[in-house]
């Protein structure tokens, strides 16, 4: 599958806004991937696919948490975290793609996990600092990534966890087992 093919396959998923932020983080992870060393191709295939489950029916995404046996404590958070696990498992069923690394670049996207991948940092750093993006904060997490992608893989986690803090969300568990593993 080219470039090409797989955003035609991940536009039908999509609106015109998502659609625009998955080829801001394409082009972001690609330069990341460029910078780091990691496998290109590997980068531009998770960043296309990252948030191919974004807009699937809430009682969709909770079926196949169950089914597949994905952690149970996802049903307990906000529905906005379960695209990620669930959009690697429906990438592997309906796009075929069977690369383990790329799929767990999509599945640890949203929340991380403690021991990080290069592919998954640089996938989640993507998303976060893509050209569209304009949180409070995001500039500072740009000028990072140019220097070390843990610091900026930091910030993003910190940023994040201090923003739900703000809004009295409650932070998913794996969110903040990742931030510890990288202030350890
Ligand atoms: P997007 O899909 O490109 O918008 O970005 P993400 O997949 O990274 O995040 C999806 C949503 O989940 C965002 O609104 C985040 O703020 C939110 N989010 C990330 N981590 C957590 C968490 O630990 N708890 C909660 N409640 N929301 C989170
Ligand atoms: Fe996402
Ligand atoms: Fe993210
Ligand atoms: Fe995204």
Redesign the pocket.
Known sequence: MNRKEALEIVKEQLNEA?YT?TVG?METAIKLAEKYGEDVKKAELAAIF??YA?FRPKDEMKEIIIEQNMSKDLLE??H??W??PVGAYLVQKEVGIEDEAVLRAIEY???GRPNMTMLEKIV?VA??IEPGRSFPGVEEVRQSAENSLDEALFLCLRN??V??IGRK????????NTYNSLVQ
């Open positions: 998502r932020h983080v990252h948030d974004k958070h906000h906005s975290l695209h990620a996207h949203t929340y989640y998303d976060y994040t966890i923003f739900l969300q409650p932070i998913y568990p794996m969110t903040i």
